[in-house]
């Protein structure tokens, strides 16, 4: 069944065919928004934050047609790993689960996420939750991938890229689709969709819910995820209002620690988490309200309002761990002392709040369009842990769940985050063929945080502060259509600078080996005053001049696109100067991850190609790839107060210096066949450029078969789509993430997150 895009002819309209088949790759120009609405029957979407494909190379667009065709129990990231640039791997290690994605070998906390053109990422620390929102492709319409600095709209800071997300478009007609999937290691996943149509005077509703259960490739992984997607629809005149209310629940085990290469070799699942109920639950509901008023034919306001609530915990072991440090002294003298030291269970929790508002008024003028617009949320978190049972101290007697219901809450603190921008984006062809393209952001971000005065956190064992940044963030740049015809193909050029900045995320002000949940340990400032009450009693310490800088970051890019009606190619290259980018140390924590300092100058530069060639109707070879070369131009750092490690000219640790994906798909009949291959070059696993201590370049290889029983002469079963995925064909050994633990059994070992190997996934869609 072909998917269809309205052809339409107007100016400032982007033209498109059928997709499949268009003179333009549904990959690389599938519908884009920047400033025009692009039409599906008779709902328009207006995403104000995407790029034209015609006045961008560094962008990959993916339609509905091929979401669905790569969609798995898998989760989001690992359905984006053909784009170029683009990483993505799990901690259970069979993508499911807690999934991470790098845009340019930049982490989550660098790319931006957009969902309906509201911000995605944490306020707070800045990460992106995919475990949080289960299946979240099955209710896509498109997604973009922009790949480097991109534009100011959205409010998001972007350096390694964006992911433009666009929800269901709600269709005239009534449609579902029901989906049964299962496979290798306890894997399934059940979803059902529905839309009702048009319902009269306006309305039009529909609702998906899924369920997804996995044991895990890696011992003590697996998960359970529900999810529910509902979205409401009112049009009237030149008014359109919708809302969405998404959310999910999951339970996961942890798996977040790597394991240690020499036990790797005898065991590929170990987990070094051994505790039983190691576990991570979590949920976050989303609430989106968006409003559209045709104020004239060439004037759009669009408003979005939202709120986002997170919570939940996650429950770990802790062993030979200081009494004091838990507060378990505090609340039980008669059982601890300071020093004893104890094995434990505990909780860590949060809540999270975000309230904010996306406004924007669009002008179509002649040659092209204006934007302007903003964001501004407000963001408040509660962080606490409690001790849920305690061995015995010096007193001889343990702590049981029983004697302490609910817990003894060893420490809390809180944080809050207001935040607003303005920006104004220019698209402006003025003379055919000839685009300019400009961006003008301004960006205030406001932190505070406190710690409470919970058990042993108390006077000036407490820490407070307050941290503020505004940045102006200008980019710019001109593409052209060129006359120039090669063989049928039209050539396509473009250039485009910019300037973009990113503060710390809260877990950056902390220093190596604590956080704010641990006693005794003061945030990354240069100066810490006392604030005491009325009768001089400290009640806590207010530090200020921090150590960690915001990053700051001037972006080149240059590129070509040749484009004929089976074949389309683009090249593109990128420059990307560094000032004080936050990068991993080399030094691994638990509980916070991979700890950061400011390098002083880094430089990363890159080159990326995207093919789709169409040598029959029934045949398409698609190709995405990069090569990049990251490294320090300068970065030291002091590891004591008589030492200092001096890293310039080293490469960047986790950083792939080689992404290829070659993907043939061909029709036979009615059966559509796949076969994929993935290679993620070395990485570096510390700063120090010892070829000894990285993770080996690898390449996998999937197979997928998928048959459309109604087409095969099962005319019973129409509707009823049969496929097969084989994931790690050739069964490689291969890992994808973890660090070099220099203390490691005294002469250190590399760390690694292990893949899957040869497993399957089998299921059923039914389109009713």
């Given at each position: 069944m072909s998917e269809h895009l309205l052809t339409v002819a107007a100016a400032g309209f982007l033209v498109l065919t059928a997709a499949g088949t268009a003179a333009v790759s549904a990959q690389e120009a599938a519908p884009d928004t920047t400033a025009v609405p692009v039409y599906q029957a008779d709902e328009v979407v207006v995403t104000a934050s995407r790029y034209r494909s015609d006045v961008h190379l560094s962008h990959t667009n993916l339609p509905q047609v091929e979401i669905r065709r790569r969609q798995s129990a898998q989760d989001l990231p690992l359905l984006l790993q053909d784009i170029p640039g683009v990483f993505a791997y799990s901690d259970a290690g069979n993508g499911i689960g807690y999934t991470y994605l790098k845009?340019?070998?930049?982490?989550?906390?660098?790319?931006?996420?957009?969902?309906?053109?509201?911000?995605?990422?944490?306020?707070?620390?800045?990460?992106?939750?995919?475990?949080?929102?289960?299946?979240?492709?099955?209710?896509?319409?498109d997604v973009q991938v922009q790949r480097g600095v991109s534009n100011g709209v959205g409010g998001v800071t972007a350096i390694g890229g964006t992911i433009n997300l666009v929800t269901d478009v709600l269709g005239e007609e009534p449609?579902?689709?029901?989906?049964?999937?299962?496979?290798?290691?306890?894997?399934?996943?059940?979803?059902?969709?529905?839309q009702t149509g048009e319902l009269g005077r306006g309305l039009s509703t529909g609702l998906r819910l899924s369920q997804l259960a996995s044991d895990g490739y890696r011992a003590r992984s697996g998960s359970e995820q529900w999810a529910v997607f509902w979205s409401g629809r009112w049009r009237h005149g030149h008014h359109r209002l919708q809302a969405n209310v998404y959310t999910?629940?999951?339970?996961?085990?942890?798996?977040?620690?790597?394991?240690?290469?020499?036990?790797?070799?005898?065991?590929?699942?170990?987990?070094?988490?051994?505790?039983?109920?190691?576990?991570?639950?979590?949920?976050?509901?989303?609430?989106e309200l968006h409003w559209e008023f045709d104020?004239?034919?060439?004037?759009?306001?669009?408003?979005?309002?939202?709120?986002?609530?997170?919570?939940?915990?996650?429950?770990?072991?802790?062993?030979?761990?200081?009494?004091?440090?838990?507060?378990?002294?505090?609340?039980?003298?008669?059982?601890?002392?300071?020093?004893?030291?104890?094995?434990?269970?505990?909780?860590?929790?949060v809540r999270k709040?975000?309230?904010g508002w996306v406004p924007s008024l669009q002008w179509s003028h002649p040659g092209g369009r204006l934007v302007a617009g903003g964001d501004a949320y407000r963001f408040h978190s509660d962080h606490w842990g409690d001790v849920l049972s305690a061995g015995a101290g010096t007193g001889g007697e343990a702590l049981t769940p029983d004697q302490i219901p609910g817990g003894l809450k060893y420490y809390a603190y809180t944080g809050d985050k207001d935040a607003w921008s303005l920006y104004l984006n220019e698209r402006w062809e003025f003379v055919p063929g000839l685009t300019l393209l400009a961006d003008l952001q301004y960006q205030h971000r406001e932190y505070d945080f406190l710690q409470a005065d919970v058990g042993n956190f108390s006077g000036a064992a407490r820490s407070a502060y307050s941290v503020a940044h505004d940045f102006l963030n200008p980019k710019g740049g001109l593409f052209w259509q060129t006359p120039w015809r090669v063989a049928g193909s039209e050539i396509g050029l473009y250039g485009h600078a910019g300037v973009t900045h990113r503060e710390p995320a809260d877990s950056d002000y902390w220093d190596a080996w604590g956080g704010p949940d641990e006693l005794g340990r003061a945030p990354l400032f240069a100066h810490g005053e006392v604030v005491r009450d009325g009768e001089g009693a400290p009640l806590y310490v207010e530090w200020s001049g921090p150590l960690l800088d915001e990053e700051k970051v001037v972006n080149w890019e240059g590129g070509v696109a040749v484009r004929a009606q089976d074949l389309s190619v683009t090249v593109n290259g990128y420059w990307m100067d560094f000032t004080n980018e936050i990068v991993p140390t080399g030094v691994y924590d638990p509980d916070r991850g991979y700890l950061r300092a400011n390098a002083q100058k880094a430089l990363h530069r890159g080159v990326e190609l995207g093919l789709r060639w169409r040598p029959h109707p029934d045949h398409q070879l698609s190709v995405g790839a990069s090569r990049s070369w990251n490294e320090y131009d300068s970065f030291s750092y002091a590891t004591s107060d008589t030492t200092r490690d001096d890293f310039s000219g080293n490469p960047i640790a986790l950083f792939p210096d080689i992404l290829m994906s070659a993907a043939w798909t061909s029709e036979v009949g009615a059966a559509t066949c796949g076969l994929r291959l993935r290679h993620v070059g070395r990485q570096y696993l510390d700063n120090t450029g010892d070829e000894g201590r990285t993770i080996d370049g690898s390449t996998v290889v999937d197979l997928s078969v998928s048959l459309d029983l109604g087409r095969a002469g099962a005319h019973a079963l129409a509707g009823l789509d049969a496929h097969l995925r084989i994931l790690n064909l050739l069964d490689e050994a291969y890992e994808t993430a973890g660090y070099h633990d220099p203390w490691y059994d005294s002469d250190g070992e590399n760390m690694y997150i292990p893949g899957a190997p040869r497993s399957f996934l089998a299921g059923v869609d039914y389109d009713f």
């Open positions: 845009i340019r070998g930049f982490d989550q906390r660098r790319v931006g996420v957009l969902v309906n053109g509201i911000p995605l990422n944490d306020p707070e620390d800045h990460q992106v939750y995919w475990v949080d929102l289960p299946d979240l492709a099955s209710s896509l319409q449609e579902g689709r029901a989906t049964l999937e299962a496979g290798s290691w306890g894997t399934s996943r059940r979803v059902v969709r529905y999910g629940h999951e339970l996961t085990h942890h798996a977040w620690d790597p394991a240690p290469a020499s036990v790797l070799a005898v065991d590929r699942r170990f987990n070094p988490e051994t505790y039983w109920n190691a576990v991570d639950d979590f949920r976050q509901p989303h609430y104020l004239a034919p060439d004037l759009l306001l669009r408003n979005s309002v939202y709120t986002i609530h997170g919570e939940g915990f996650y429950e770990n072991f802790r062993g030979d761990r200081d009494a004091a440090s838990f507060s378990l002294d505090a609340y039980r003298p008669d059982l601890y002392q300071p020093g004893d030291e104890v094995d434990l269970v505990r909780t860590k929790s709040d975000q309230t």
